[in-house]
Nanobody, 124 residues
């Protein structure tokens, strides 16, 4: 079992920044790739970013590429999502997940464990 807890969400104006954190406990964190997904009201959960177990490989959804950065600190069992130049369409609940896929995955069905989510609201 892996327990995940997201934090760092909030209300921000368009163009602003937030940094989300996802703290993990349970199984050895460094053995797993991690991903961030988001879900807006009435929409399906969508991929945002993923990072390999070592942190050496990352990939992003086209909608956030160049604005968001995923990183991890295995010594702290934490993965981060730095979000810059936020837009109203980034408004959603953001979730982190754990996957055994080596570099992460675009598909939420590949993730075994999820946190409870953190709300991000971007005002125009």
């Amino acid at each position: 079992q892996v327990q995940l807890a997201e934090s760092g969400g909030g209300l921000v104006q368009a163009g602003g920044s937030l940094r989300l954190s996802c703290a993990a406990s349970g199984r050895t964190f460094s053995n797993y790739a991690m991903g961030w997904f988001r879900q807006a009201p009435g929409k399906e959960r969508e991929f945002v970013a993923a990072i390999s177990w070592s942190g050496g490989s990352t990939f992003y959804a086209d909608s956030v590429k160049g604005r968001f950065t995923i990183s991890r600190d295995n010594a702290k069992n934490t993965v981060y999502l730095q979000m810059n130049s936020l837009k109203p369409e980034d408004t959603a609940v953001y979730y982190c997940g754990v996957t055994p896929q080596y570099s992460g995955s675009y598909y939420y069905t590949d993730y075994d464990y999820w946190g409870q989510g953190t709300q991000v609201t971007v005002s125009s």
